[in-house]
């Protein structure tokens, strides 16, 4: 779609045990919904409105 823009996040910004290295791009519903099942299978985070908002603020706007 011209003119939406992507937004991504990417894990390595954000040290863990597990040195992840993941990075999800699409849309900003599409990234936050697959940031979330992700902090919560790979990283053990507790799924929650508070867990989603935070992964919202650590979204990067992605240039096309």
Known sequence: MPG???KSIDCRNYPSE???S???S???EEVLDAALEHAASAHGHKKSPEL???IKSMLKEESD
């Open 22 to 24: 993941l990075k999800i």
């Open 4 to 6: 939406s823009s992507r």
């Open 18 to 20: 597990k040195n992840c």
């Open 26 to 28: 699409g849309t900003e």
């Open 52 to 54: 989603r908002q935070q």
